[in-house]
Antibody
Framework: EVQLVESGGALVQPGGSLRLSCVAS????????MNWVRQAPGKGLEWISY????????WYPDSVKGRFTISRDNAKNSLYLQMNSVRVEDTAVYYCARDVNYSLDYWGQGARVTVSS | QSALTQPASVSGSPGQSITISCTGTNSDVGNYDRVSWYQQHPGKAPKLMIYEVSQRPSGVSDRFSGSKSGNTASLTISGLQAEDEADYYC??????????FGGGTTLTV
């Protein structure tokens, strides 16, 4: 059974940093590209990062570019999101999701991040 | 990239059919057959319902179908059931290696 389990969500002050983790199981992690998607309270979905199987290049929307970094450790079947210089508007549930054919076929349960002083 | 445009809400009665539209640009929906649709129930993670415009993942009911014309993609749900009541999001791969979601549509059955 495919499983994605996020962790690391927390309350963080504006300007602070946080690292989210996502542990994958039930499939060959090294064979799949991965994404992070977030959802602010009462709002829609927003794609925020993509990493291919090799991890050699990454993609971000302008809203997080330069502040967030996606990475992966294929030996640990793990995906990460390093969040720096966080803002109040980064408050959201963060999902990791597996990429297949440019769609997201499996999602984790989400990690809640609250940015507040 | 700007979000894809979806109607905020649609409604239908059990057994009826509804269609949700998703309008983008020739930089995303119009240029790639990489449109997907997701269903999200309250408090739950999204679930993939359609990929590559019209393909259904294993296990998804054939009451769900997708199509595309120009810069607009559509999700049609036939034979509406109470369990279909949820939020629906479209998503498209876009130029420059990015993904963009629609604002979401709340379906009331």
């Amino acid at each position: 059974e495919v499983q994605l389990v996020e962790s690391g969500g927390a309350l963080v002050q504006p300007g602070g940093s946080l690292r989210l983790s996502c542990v994958a199981s039930g499939f060959t992690f090294t064979s799949y590209s991965m994404n992070w998607v977030r959802q602010a309270p009462g709002k829609g979905l927003e794609w925020i990062s993509y990493i291919p199987t090799s991890g050699t290049r990454t993609w971000y929307p302008d809203s997080v570019k330069g502040r967030f970094t996606i990475s992966r450790d294929n030996a640990k079947n793990s995906l990460y999101l390093q969040m720096n210089s966080v803002r109040v508007e980064d408050t959201a549930v963060y999902y990791c999701a597996r990429d297949v054919n440019y769609s997201l076929d499996y999602w984790g349960q989400g990690a809640r991040v609250t940015v507040s002083s | 990239q700007s979000a894809l445009t979806q109607p905020a809400s649609v409604s239908g009665s059990p057994g009826q059919s509804i269609t949700i539209s998703c309008t983008g640009t020739n930089s995303d929906v119009g240029n790639y057959d990489r449109v997907s649709w997701y269903q999200q129930h309250p408090g739950k993670a999204p679930k993939l319902m359609i990929y590559e415009v019209s393909q259904r993942p294993s296990g998804v009911s054939d009451r769900f179908s997708g199509s595309k014309s120009g810069n607009t993609a559509s999700l049609t749900i036939s034979g509406l059931q109470a369990e279909d009541e949820a939020d629906y999001y479209c998503c498209s791969y876009g130029r420059g290696g990015s993904w963009v979601f629609g604002g979401g549509t709340t379906l009331t059955v």
